[in-house]
């Protein structure tokens, strides 16, 4: 009996499997009928193995979970780079409009006095002491318009000495506030053409505007 107990239980993987040639087959059904000892045996093989395919099931549902997280994490960094970028390109705009925004251009006529701009001068320093206050003749303004043309001379050429319709200017670089006050001279005092600012605009149609000179001018 010992030894039967032996054979079939060597069997009995291939019989789980259903792998035994039909004689063997049938020995171990035989011997399982009767005894005890070898159906414990099996039964123990057939939890194992239900254990097993639990197993399996359960490391596929872990590696899904994972795969499913990573997209998850890819998405999220995708995101998060596009928000960065979207926060970066705003502090960029705002600093640049705070930037320019504090800057005024005033036009001056083109008969304007000495006296007429050292009237506007005053009135410039009466509103903020501090303000860097630059002034370009008609001539630098007819260069910078001939540098800023460079590729197309032509268009220019005729310009220059007697032949200027361009106007001095002043440019003043002061606070957001004063540029304001200094935007509403315009009118009040003799001798100036047109006062300009970035004021009006908000930042992102000042940017949009400023990108658009670039093109045009390019
Ligand atoms: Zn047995």
């Known amino acids: 009996m010992k030894k039967e107990c032996e054979i079939v239980q060597d069997l009995l993987f291939g019989y789980q499997d259903g792998t035994l040639h039909i004689a063997s087959k049938e020995l171990v059904e035989k011997h399982l009928k009767k005894c005890e000892e070898c159906n414990k045996v099996f039964n123990e093989m057939k939890k194992d193995e239900v254990e097993e395919s639990a197993q399996e099931e359960e490391i596929d549902y872990?590696?899904?979970v994972k795969k499913k997280m990573s997209k998850k994490n890819k998405l999220l960094i995708i995101i998060g780079t596009i928000l960065g970028v979207i926060i970066l390109f705003n502090i960029f705009i705002f600093v640049y409009y705070y930037h320019e925004a504090r800057k005024v251009e005033i036009y001056l006529n083109s008969d304007v006095t000495e006296e007429q701009m050292e009237d506007i001068k005053n009135a410039i320093e009466n509103i903020d002491k501090n303000a860097k206050i630059e002034y370009y003749s008609k001539e630098d303004a007819l260069n910078e318009l001939k540098?800023?043309?460079?590729?197309?001379k032509d268009l220019l050429a005729g310009y220059g000495g007697d032949n200027n319709p361009l106007n001095a200017?002043?440019?003043?670089?002061t606070s957001i506030e004063n540029a304001r006050k200094i935007e509403s001279l315009e009118g009040s005092l003799p001798g100036i053409k047109k006062i300009t600012t970035n004021l009006s605009y908000n930042p992102y149609e000042f940017?949009?505007?400023n990108i658009a000179i670039e093109l045009t001018s390019n």
């Open 207 to 209: 940017i949009l505007s």
């Open 147 to 152: 540098e800023k043309f460079n590729d197309n």
């Open 169 to 173: 200017y002043y440019v003043i670089n």
């Open 62 to 64: 872990l590696k899904k």
